[in-house]
């Protein structure tokens, strides 16, 4: 009984100083306990939906009831709902939902259940302890993060035996992950308009707004508030009726699903193929193609479905349709009219 009363006291007492205003490294100093404990023990009262008035004024029997409820546990009253959170966390993605709707129809299932504030707050809890393998909530067929992978790969050309380096192309989309992955021979204009476009009809669909890093072939100038964007890729997302949202200086968060992708890739293809030696683009693309098609249809570690399943049952069903034509791109050159009242184009080195 003495521990016990001793324990109430002090934890009325850091009711007190924190309901006066002071901080919790002030409390810590005054009352001798760690700061982490001063905020778990107030992290558990605000989360049960107490303040620090109401608290002060409850009884000695009320005051440890509510201490041995423990409301950051996973106890028994809460593995029911902890286990609704996966189906949850895909509902969330279907367009309108909402975590008050989820609560109200959980409500109408467990009367007795948890209180909004509680039910947001496990779940929350539940999504960070998740949040390196689950899948983000992002509105399915909205984004596609594009971006190049930062070491390249090769193949040998047959006649000169010469090491031919080629960037790699790599796009995810948002909801689902799915990733295409493709070599090209640059990251110019034209080999950038035609892997993003190759990676279009690889998903069979366009998605509301393509998002892609700060690429010289994509973004003219960068800028934090408005990004001067490439005026044939401003063409080609007219072409498809998509939008061109290029990712945010000095943000990572709006360029991590690319990023994420890229290492995915490594993993999955680049070590696939180390010691694998190819002889042209097209060999070499072959390879590539086998082993994304394994990664997209491959079980995640931490999650029960592929990211070829989250595509078909999120992604594919949201995105545009294709357009039949294929998007050409147009050249502009500003030339000079010589002596002889004609132009000189360098591409096919004739006079017009």
Known sequence: MANRSIELFMIRELLRLKNKGHSHTEISRMLG?????????????????????????LEEEKLLQILQADGLSESEQHQSLYSRFKGYSQELRRPGVTLKRLWNEYKQEEPHGLQYSQFCFHYNRWREKCQSYMPKDEAPGDKLYVDYAGNKLHYIDRESGEIIPVEVFVTALGCSDKVYAVASPDQQLESFLHSLENSLHFYGGVPNAIVPDNLRSAVTKSNRYEPEIN???????????TAILPARIRKPKDKSPAENAVNMVYR???????NQQFFSLEELNQAILKHLIDLNSTRMQKWPHSRDQLFEKHDKPALQPLREDRFEMVKIKWLTVQKNCHVYLSEDKNYY
Do not use: D
């Open 33 to 57: 306990i760690s700061r982490t404990t001063i905020v778990n023990y107030i992290k558990r009262f605000t989360t049960l939906g107490y303040n620090m008035q109401a608290l002060l004024s």
């Open 231 to 241: 005026q044939q890729l401003i063409r080609f997302a007219t072409h498809y009726s």
């Open 268 to 274: 999955s293809i680049y070590a696939a193929i180390r």
